[in-house]
């Protein structure tokens, strides 16, 4: 038995007695995160959507006892110097704490299982969250190593939909990823993969995302993944994307194609305050080709709702100049409450589908031909306005 499948079992068995109200939701495949607020109030998410339980734990100090132990059994500390915990447990899963009086509730934990096995387009697609052709799509832009951002709020399956993109990538590439805990299981020959530490007491020896990102560019990468940018890194990735890495990827915390450039923008003025906004702001326009926007819908479906070309360069006003390839157009809702709707091209043609022609790649123009109904609700928008 492998040491990673040993410290799992024995964690699993650990588990059991630390978090023993919780521990039939923790088996339960249908359950993908158990949210604790407090000792008396425990929630789930069940297919997307969340649900509260009846469980709790006997009292505070039998929670904090739980968080305690986890904490401990991963080598990390989490007391009332350091009230926050954010860690990956040997089974995968992932573990987010935070102690009194930070937290007024009492203890919050949040726990996101570990999904097992390595999802792919057809698990989307399946889903619902991605139509085929747009699959495909999606599949040329990392063939044609398109520099690609994926947007989305918080727990909208941007790690997911980064797990199944840079597993497309050509395997005779050399790719690099690089997350503050370890999350991603890109699949492909020839894969590197680094973590930040975390520093002693006083911060001494920490290693951060902008550390690692320095030491893979002279570690001869073709492809840089960034798990989550969120911090002044955004410029390194930025940097790393302009000068000959293209092909690379990341995830950042937005709503739209649009914010997701104008979070970069942010966390890359933290990395350089010397450096013009108007300068940045040039540099992300030419490094960024692609934005992919997911969403968790309010039925609970995680869907992809656009898939935008970034063009590389700003207009007359200094704003980035964005183009819906494919976007998810909401048509209705049925009694139960599920959202109805479809992912549709727009009629945009790509700027780069010259690239795709003399690449002789699989996909013609008349793909992106919108349907009939979008553009009459167009024309009729048009007039209205
Ligand atoms: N397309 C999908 N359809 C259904 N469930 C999904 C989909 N993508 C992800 N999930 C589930 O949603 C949860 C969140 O996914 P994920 O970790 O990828 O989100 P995230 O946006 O990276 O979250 P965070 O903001 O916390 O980093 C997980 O339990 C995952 O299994
Ligand atoms: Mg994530």
New binding site residues.
């Given amino acids: 038995m492998s040491d990673v499948k040993k410290d799992s079992t024995v964690f699993e068995d650990s588990i059991g007695t630390f978090l023993s109200p919780v521990t039939a939701y923790l088996a339960d495949d249908s359950v993908?995160?158990v949210m604790i607020n407090g000792p008396q109030e425990i929630f789930i998410?069940r297919k997307?959507l969340i649900e509260k339980t009846p469980a709790f734990f006997r009292d505070e100090q039998a929670l904090q006892a739980a968080v305690r132990n986890i904490a401990q059994f991963v080598g990390r500390r989490i007391d009332e110097d350091h009230p926050t915990l954010d860690a990956r447990l040997p089974d995968g899963s992932?573990i987010c704490a935070v102690l009194p009086p930070c937290s007024r509730k009492g203890t919050t934990m949040s726990i996101?299982?570990f999904?097992k096995g390595n999802?792919t387009f057809v698990?989307?697609i399946n889903?619902?969250?991605?139509t085929k052709e747009a699959a495909r799509f999606l599949d040329v832009c990392i063939f044609l190593a398109k520099n690609t951002i994926i947007s989305?709020?918080?727990?909208?399956?941007?790690?997911?939909?980064?797990?199944v993109l840079g597993s497309r990538i050509p395997n005779n590439q050399r790719v690099l990823v690089i997350e503050d805990s370890s999350?991603l299981k890109i699949n492909t020959d020839h894969v590197v993969f680094f973590e930040t530490k975390h520093g002693d007491e006083n911060g001494n020896g920490a290693v951060t995302i902008r550390d690692l990102i320095r030491s893979a560019l002279r570690l001869r990468p073709d492809r840089i993944v960034v798990g989550?940018v969120r911090g002044p890194e955004a410029l390194d990735l930025i940097s790393a994307m302009n000068t000959g890495h293209g092909g690379s990827m990341g995830?950042a915390?937005a709503n739209t194609p649009y914010d997701a450039l104008v979070r970069l923008e942010t966390l890359a003025m933290m990395g350089e305050s010397n450096v013009p906004p108007a300068a940045i702001r040039r540099q992300i326009a030419s490094a960024i080709h692609i934005v992919v926007q997911?969403k968790?819908l309010a039925d609970g479906?995680?869907?992809i709702t656009n898939i935008s070309e970034v063009i590389p360069e700003v207009d007359d006003f200094g704003r980035y100049v964005i183009h819906d390839i494919y976007k998810f157009i909401q048509r209705g809702r049925t009694q139960d409450g599920k959202i109805v709707g479809e992912f549709i091209p727009t009629g945009y043609i790509p700027s780069f589908m010259h690239e795709i022609e003399t690449n002789r790649l699989p996909f013609t123009r008349d793909k992106f031909a919108a349907p009939d109904w979008y553009v009459k609700m167009k024309e009729a928008d048009k007039k209205a306005a």
């Fill in positions: 993908s995160e998410e997307g992932r996101r299982k999904q999802p698990d989307l889903r619902g969250s991605v989305g709020g918080t727990g909208s399956g941007k790690t997911t939909l980064l797990n999350e989550e995830t915390h997911i968790r479906t995680r869907k």
